[in-house]
């Protein structure tokens, strides 16, 4: 049968405290309701998942368009039950079955998903399929969520409100997750019929469980007995326990695939990143965006790579920062080294501590061992830049490009103005400013030429005894 899904996702969430929409903090590098796209979209196309919005809905919209899914817009948000109501036009002429997730549970998984999709479809021995399914599970602290009430055959009864509920209803641990799947048709029918909470006004989606089963209709439980998937994020220590749970996944994935992690309590990998078999992460490593490393890469302590790609063999030393570049095979970086964006190492270069590369690329074997900015700058193969070098790219308007051709030596503490050619298998002094053409094969000086004055400190010291 096939499956329409809706996440709602138009609630501030004031207990977070923040001026951001909840929906759009992060855990384990994506938004929170970007988790549940991502779940939702192993189920469905997603041209059949549908998100409502309200709060800060441009910037909820603008995150997921590119995953191609449909927006409905909740005005004021007036509870859950209403958020689902705005779908109607969208979803009510669609048959089959209807997800309803909250943009809120990021670490929801596929599979349970499929689960519920299948428990829905079975029907029991004594009654055809019901008209809805819920995942339940207990927790050792139920507090904040609604309650369900099962019956002597594990039909569900109702949903009943953390502060709706009686004193003795408020022991049962069993809560509803926010995960439904429903028969469409028998939802658009009755989903008017929910009335407003006495106490705060809104229109609770939870009020369906009694109401399709006062039609007569069964509401069933899906109980899993693991309750981490479930987690509804509403405040911040909630959302710092979803972020460790999906690094901690995120960890386990990848040491099963065959990566050594050092600490994995410690790193942090962001869902998208891809790491080959054999490399090692060592503690405290921050691997984020669409990062792909290779094998047998070392990846150093404290080493932070954003967007990048770590090709095969490759070196990260301790505390290296790369953003946006590429490094190649067997090459190496740091300790102490910064990549900005598009710095590109060709294979075997290497880049040692406190250099920084903008724009940059070091061809093959290249160097650049210490103390050096080098930026909008091409490197031919083989080339070495001395210690302390630094080039001058920008005049104070625009920014203009070094080419150093192959096998070239650039003396250390040289200072290269651009735009500038240095050619290949060319020599610079050390110290040198250099502010024109180097040709092919030359030796370049631009320093003033070291004068030795013998004798000087002894006649100094003879001229200051002699005057009183
Ligand atoms: C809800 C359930 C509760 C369940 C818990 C699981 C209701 C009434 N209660 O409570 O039984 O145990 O989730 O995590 O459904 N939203 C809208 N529009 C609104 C209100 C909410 O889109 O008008 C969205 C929110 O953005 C959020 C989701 O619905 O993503 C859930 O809302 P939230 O306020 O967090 O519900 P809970 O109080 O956690
Ligand atoms: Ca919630």
């Not at 970086?333 to 250099?355: D, M």
Request: aromatic share 4%; with cysteine.
């Amino acid at each position: 049968m096939s499956v329409s899904i809706a996440i709602l996702a138009a609630g501030l969430g004031t207990r977070m405290r923040s001026k951001r929409a909840k929906v759009l903090h992060r855990a384990g590098g994506l938004a929170l309701v970007e988790h549940v796209v991502r779940a939702a979209r192993s189920l469905t196309p997603p041209e059949r998942i549908v998100i409502v919005t309200g709060h800060q809905a441009e910037d909820v919209e603008a995150l997921l368009r590119p995953s191609g899914v449909a927006f409905v817009r909740q005005g004021p948000p007036k509870g859950t039950g209403h958020a689902l109501a705005c779908c109607r036009e969208k979803l009510a002429h669609v048959p089959g079955l209807l997800m309803v997730l909250y943009g809120d549970t990021p670490l929801l998984s596929a599979a349970t998903l499929e689960k519920l999709r299948e428990a829905q479809q079975r029907p029991s021995a004594e009654q055809s399929s019901p008209a809805a399914t819920l995942i339940t599970t207990a927790l050792d602290d139920p507090s904040g969520y609604g309650r369900v009430l099962v019956d002597a055959h594990g039909n569900v009864e109702a949903i009943v409100e953390h502060k709706d509920c009686t004193a003795e209803q408020r022991q049962t641990r069993v809560i509803n997750s926010g995960i439904y799947c429903f028969q469409a048709d028998l939802l658009w029918r009755h989903l008017s019929e929910v009335q407003p909470n006495p106490a705060s006004g809104e229109y609770y989606l939870t009020d369906m469980a009694a109401i399709l089963r006062g039609h007569g209709h069964s509401v069933r439980a899906l109980h899993v007995e693991d309750p981490s998937e479930l987690l509804g994020i509403n405040t911040r220590i909630e959302l710092a326990e979803a972020d460790r749970i999906l690094r901690e996944r995120k960890a386990r994935e990848l040491m099963l695939a065959g990566v050594t992690i050092e600490g994995p309590e410690t790193v942090t990998i962001d869902a998208s990143v891809a790491v080959g078999q054999d490399t090692v992460i060592e503690p405290f490593v921050r691997l984020l965006g669409h990062t792909h490393i290779g094998e047998d890469c070392h990846i150093g302590a404290g080493a932070i790579v954003e967007s990048s790609v770590i090709e095969d063999g490759a070196m990260l030393q301790p505390y290296t920062v790369i953003a946006n570049s590429r490094v190649g095979k067997g090459a190496s970086v740091g300790p102490f080294a910064r990549l900005r964006p598009n710095a590109h190492l060709e294979a075997g270069a290497r880049v040692g501590n406190f250099v920084e590369l903008k724009n940059t690329r070091l061809g093959a074997g290249a160097k650049a061992q210490h103390l050096s900015y080098l930026g909008d700058t091409q490197i031919g193969a083989g080339s070495n830049i001395g210690a302390g070098t630094i080039t001058c790219n920008y005049d104070g308007e625009k920014k203009h490009e070094t080419r150093i051709g192959e096998g070239a030596f650039i003396g250390s503490n040289s200072t290269l103005v651009a735009p500038l050619d240095i050619g290949a298998e060319s020599y610079v002094g050390a110290g040198s400013v250099i502010t024109e053409e180097v040709p092919k094969g030359a030796l370049a000086l631009g320093r003033g030429r070291q004068v030795n004055k013998a004798g000087w400190v002894e006649k100094r010291r003879k001229k200051s005894s002699a005057t009183p």
